[in-house]
């Protein structure tokens, strides 16, 4: 036990220090190819993206992550994170159907790569709580970029930025409310319509869907979302109440 502790801290610190430089260069990378589809492009906004993803790592895994390696789901995670990091250049990007179309085929891609992460992490046993949380962000930063755009794109009210915000809104309700900060269990309702959200922010996109059916697609996507942190929030008051004597 006491080699694992020396071991341990050094091997994951040369590991997490590998896998961010791999995704330096790959976001540089990244910047590079998507700027060839959209006119404007932002690099400032991946490469600020990036330096805060990076420092948040470099904090939390050695701390959350009990591995020697940093494990290939994490990687597939990060992957995920860099190439939605890439799409936010695009938030001064012009609507074109190149734009909205590259746009929808990233998304597809890191929803694809969503469904693999946590599977290599129970194939391989190196589950972790800072793995579960990293799968979590990146879903809610992807829904966040793709309702800052759709925002953008099709002069929608600034409500429809709720799909994006509401993730962040909780974790700050927990520096007022500790009971937010609890653990909640496994929840498959939870997972199911995140994919949801994405889906329908992808949609969303297609420059044919009309107007009225774009908004009604978003507003239902909203409703599920709040009724999906209206389970969560009273269930922990729920389980809280239960904890007072």
């Not at 809104?169 to 994405?198: D, M, N, T």
């Not at 949609?203 to 239902?220: E, G, H, I, M, V």
Request: proline share 6%; glycine share 10%; with cysteine.
């Amino acid at each position: 036990m006491g080699r694992f502790m020396n071991i341990t801290p050094r091997r994951l610190h040369t590991g997490v220090a590998l896998h961010l430089t791999g995704s330096g260069i790959g976001t540089i990378a990244v910047i590079f190819g998507f700027s060839r589809f959209g006119s404007p492009y932002s690099p400032g906004i991946p490469l600020l993206n990036m330096l805060i993803i990076s420092g948040l790592i470099g904090f939390y895994a050695p701390r959350h992550h009990p591995f020697e390696g940093f494990g290939s789901a994490n990687t597939v995670t990060l992957v995920r994170a860099t190439l939605t990091n890439g799409l936010a250049g695009f938030l001064v990007s012009n609507p074109t159907p190149t734009v909205l179309g590259f746009i929808s085929a990233i998304t597809l891609i890191c929803l694809m790569l969503d469904g693999i992460d946590g599977a290599l992490a129970r194939h391989t046993g190196m589950s972790s709580n800072f793995g579960a949380r990293f799968d979590m962000e990146v879903d809610a930063f992807l829904i966040l970029i793709l309702s800052v755009l759709l925002m953008q794109f099709y002069a929608l009210g600034t409500w429809v930025l709720s799909l994006g915000l509401m993730r962040y809104g909780f974790i700050a309700g927990g520096y007022i409310w500790h009971g937010l900060r609890q653990p909640l269990p496994e929840s498959f309702r939870r997972k199911f319509i995140c994919v949801i959200q994405i889906i329908s922010l992808t949609l969303a996109l297609n420059p044919l869907l009309p107007p009225p059916t774009r908004t009604c697609l978003l507003f239902a996507a909203l409703l599920l979302l709040s009724y999906s942190f209206g389970v969560d929030i009273w269930w922990l008051f729920w389980h809280q109440t239960k904890k007072k004597p």
